[in-house]
């Protein structure tokens, strides 16, 4: 079976109305700070507005720019699979303009031989975002497109079964919404860095306590620092936050500064350090799963490179004796098919785009058709052909 056609589009499918109103004057409302996270878009180092992460929620549930470019793939018998990524017009260009050709006539079972190639149009361009984006959501459309004509969902291509049940863990400031979600297992994100001196890190502190008393010690607690942090206060946040038993430290640093990771592993060796969500490609993951400077590996699958990328990591950390847990896995179809179809990942992660506002069941968040959501304090991916989204073709149209 042949590739016809390869396609960037819009994804102008039905949205799921919210017909929940959000509660107000709220019970939980300021008895756990709810602190935006820092931004990275200045260094890691200065605040947003308060109001600054609610808007990037909104935007990440599709009202913006993280759900706006897809990639549909024909192939000659009208069959079709479809992926996605972000960042609109540029990953598009990429797709139609550099992968798209090279790829007509490639039969659809080469999952392997399309990815390489894919990687290697790409390589003189680098292993940017944009390119890794593209990769991305051409590749999740072929793998897609290979398990609707098999008729197999894309777990059990992978070899993987959904009888043993994942743990979840949420990623939100405003954690008593989400024990009343039925979560068991939390991540919080900083909200003081390194400008905030002594204060800055009894703040944390005092939030990490008042958590770690709500959820008990039979719960997992998370910290993500969202880039925001140098060595010195990485080092000194972490001897703080002992007596909380913090599962892990995550994303500390500046993505690309792989040689400080290196040094915050020389000073912090005990410190369970994750982080991965921002870097494209394969080798990023190698290096730093061959020199032992990371615990978990957090690749978006959205972002990365696909399922195909996702694939080679799992394997470079299961040879490693590291683990892999996917940025968001529990946010889209194609991040629970790998969950559950790659023994190396030990955990989903379920954040902004499962996350509901506070009153509002987890059914009526925005999501692709057919993405299953948390129920009963687990998640488990559709058996339906390919990844399992219930979708038409013309809620797609050519990317303009």
């Known amino acids: ?101 090279n790829l007509i006539g490639r039969s659809i079972f080469e999952t392997e031989k399309i990815y390489d190639m894919m990687t290697r149009i790409l390589s003189p361009i680098g292993s940017n975002s944009f390119s890794s984006r593209a990769i991305s ?17 894309v777990y059990e291509l992978l070899g993987g079964s959904i009888i043993e049940k994942l743990p979840l863990y949420a990623s939100s400031n405003n ?68 007596p909380f038993k913090l599962k892990w430290i995550e994303d500390a640093l500046i993505s690309e500064s792989i040689n400080q990771y290196e040094i915050l592993r020389g000073r912090i060796p005990n410190e369970t350090l994750s982080t991965g969500e921002h870097w494209y490609g394969v080798y990023p993951f190698f290096h730093a799963a061959s020199k032992g400077i990371i615990d978990i590996l957090q690749p978006d699958i959205t972002w990365v490179g696909g399922l195909s990328a996702i694939i080679k990591i799992v394997h470079i950390a299961e040879a490693a004796g590291i683990d892999v847990i996917l940025h968001g896995g529990g946010g889209s179809a ?39 959501v948390p129920k009963d304090g687990t998640i488990t991916p559709s058996d339906a052909p390919g990844f399992g989204l219930e979708i038409k073709r013309e809620w797609f149209p050519d990317f303009n």
């Not at 959501?137 to 969902?153: S, T």
């Not at 770690?212 to 080092?235: F, H, Q």
Request: proline share 5%; aromatic share 10%.
């Open 137 to 153: 959501a051409v590749d999740l459309a072929v793998w897609d497109l290979k398990g609707k004509v098999l008729e197999k969902p």
């Open 175 to 242: 954690t008593e919404w989400l024990k009343e979600l039925g979560f068991k297992n939390f991540k919080r994100f900083i909200s003081y860095g390194p400008r905030d001196g002594i204060d800055g890190l009894k703040k944390t502190e005092d939030e990490i306590a008042k958590t770690r008393d709500l959820i008990g010690y039979e719960s997992d607690l998370m910290l993500d620092c969202w880039l925001s942090m140098d060595i010195e206060t990485t080092v000194k946040l972490s001897q703080l936050l002992k």
């Open 1 to 101: 079976m042949k590739i016809k056609s390869v396609k960037a589009v819009s994804n102008n499918y039905p949205r799921i109305p919210q017909k929940t109103k959000p509660r107000e004057n709220d019970k939980f409302a300021g008895k756990i700070a709810t602190g935006a996270p820092m931004s990275t878009s200045l260094g890691g180092r200065y605040f947003h507005k308060n109001d600054w992460w609610d808007k990037a929620l909104r935007k990440d549930i599709g009202v913006g720019i993280e759900r706006d470019v897809g990639c549909i793939i024909e192939a000659e018998d009208g069959s079709w699979g479809f992926g996605f990524s972000d960042r609109g017009r540029i990953t598009a260009s990429i797709i139609d303009d550099y992968l798209a050709p």
């Open 334 to 372: 194609f991040g629970q098919h790998a969950s559950y179809g790659l023994t190396g990942i030990s955990m989903i992660e379920c954040s902004g785009p499962v996350i509901t506002p506070i009153g509002v069941p987890l059914e009526e968040k925005e999501r692709f058709p057919g993405t299953p």
